[in-house]
């Protein structure tokens, strides 16, 4: 160990802020004695609350209030924008890659720790799909959130104009891949959102909208219970959604979606929501992982056999001591992240001063999810929830969770003011390209189309 003792937390998600949270609270008078010093390295300045992601998307929730600044959250931490590309524990050094790397032309630094949280969370997992890297688009940025947005709204300007009958089909398809949250709420949400705005449009009717969502399985929403799952198929069946339970996507070539059940649909938008799997960063660490490319972790949230290296969250097999099943790891959920983030962060500094760690227990207490405005499916403490009543339960939990009192009050603010007025059914795509109006006129050439 050095004096200060050099704490690095790689990833600015649920784990990586909640941990350096708890930390410099813990470690206060040694922050503020140099005794101790905390650096977060992550991509962007910000922790994104997914769960508000596909009201985002549906512009219940302005984008700024989704996520949280780290460097409000954080003040007595050092915030490094960048990626880390390398980690050797042997030395105790991590290579990273900020903003200024390509304007210094050094190459990347050389940061050295004494005690390591691995927290970088997750990626899409992606299959090779043809055409998919061309078309899909993801959902687990705000940044894809809102683009999706504008994306929807501008293929329904496409299709109110167009005179080619195949062009306004293709424009008003929306096609999912991925039966699990993030899938199906951001349909649920979208779906909404395109059949109000449907109203403003004099040729658009809504039922001239076509959403398919795809699953492999022959379930959505597993986390919330066999029935609750199967309600919502109904549920979303009921609005005209076309719900394809064991069907896989096999291309969506040529901007068409082509299904394992021998469906085709000409298709302009492609949301793929089908899993996540763990950060690249983990196979070059050098730490050991299990079969699913995780970091095999104690119940104490440690890496196993890597002393002084730490994980939790989706990049960490950890131990489920609550489960009668021997060998069950714990889910890679939000509602394991956040608790695990205290106890990871409770067990550093006990290790600091020499004193027991503590195990990690949480018995699941069950899952809320969105179909919608007022709709939606909840299986909490054994008991089941439907419309309404599960839909109130949905934001009322991810209110209390969502991090600082200043995001709740905003949230709520704006719930209640869209609950008084109508929705806002703006695209704002052009934010994509924000110098190509001045770049047109300074002589330059115009943007190519997406």
């Known amino acids: 160990m050095t004096n200060p003792v050099r704490i690095l937390v790689v990833g600015g998600g649920y784990v990586g802020m909640y941990t350096a ?31 508000f992601l596909p009201e985002a998307a549906a512009g219940s929730i302005s984008p700024r209030h989704v996520v949280v600044p780290l460097r409000r959250v954080l003040p007595h931490c050092r915030i490094v924008v960048g990626e880390v590309g390398a980690i050797d524990h042997a030395k105790r050094t991590a290579t990273v890659t900020t903003l200024a790397t390509a304007e ?12 390591l949280v691995l927290a970088p969370g997750s990626v899409s ?12 688009i993801g959902f687990k940025t705000v940044e894809e959130a809102i683009g999706l947005r504008n994306h929807v709204i501008e293929q329904m300007d496409i299709a109110s104009s ?23 709420e951001a349909l649920g949400e979208l779906e ?3 059949r109000y705005a449907s109203r403003y449009y004099h040729n658009i009717k809504p039922a001239d909208l076509k959403w398919i969502l795809v699953e492999a399985s022959d379930k959505i929403l597993p986390e919330v219970g066999e029935k609750m799952g199967k309600y919502a198929v109904r549920e979303l069946r009921g609005r005209g959604i076309d719900v394809r339970l064991n069907t896989r996507l096999t291309s969506i070539e040529n901007r068409v979606a082509v299904l394992d059940d021998g469906a085709r649909f000409p298709t302009r938008t492609l949301v793929w929501t089908a899993g996540v799997k763990p950060h690249p960063i983990l196979a070059a660490s050098s730490l050991p992982l299990d079969e699913r490319g995780r970091l095999r972790c104690t119940a104490q949230l440690a890496v196993d056999g890597a002393p002084h290296a730490w994980a939790a969250g989706d990049a960490a097999a950890v131990p489920d001591l609550t489960s009668p099943e021997k060998g069950k790891e714990c889910a890679p959920n939000a509602q394991h992240a956040v608790r695990q983030a205290k106890v990871l962060a409770e067990n550093i500094v006990a290790s600091l001063e020499q004193r027991p760690l503590t195990d990690y227990r949480h018995k699941h207490v069950g899952s809320v999810a969105s179909l919608g405005l007022h709709k939606g499916v909840a299986y909490v403490y054994g008991r089941r929830l439907k419309g309404l009543p599960a839909w109130a339960m949905h934001r009322a939990y991810h209110l209390s969770r969502v991090p600082t009192f200043n995001r709740k009050a905003r949230v709520f603010a704006e719930w209640t003011l869209s609950g008084l007025f109508k929705r806002e059914i703006v695209s704002l795509g052009s934010l994509e390209h924000p110098r190509a109006e001045f770049e047109l006129a300074a002589g330059g050439e115009p943007p190519k189309p997406r």
């Open 21 to 51: 949270l708890h930390l410099q609270r813990k470690l206060k008078r040694q922050l503020a004695e140099g005794g101790a010093e905390i650096t977060v390295v992550t991509p962007d300045p910000y922790m994104t609350y997914q769960p």
């Open 104 to 115: 210094e032309g050094t190459g990347p630094r050389q940061m050295t720790y004494d005690e």
């Open 125 to 136: 997992r992606t299959l090779p799909v043809p055409g998919l890297a061309d078309h899909g």
């Open 162 to 184: 167009t005179r080619d009958p195949g062009v306004r089909d293709a424009a008003l398809t929306f096609v999912f891949v991925g039966g699990g949250y993030a899938g199906v």
């Open 192 to 194: 909404d959102m395109a």
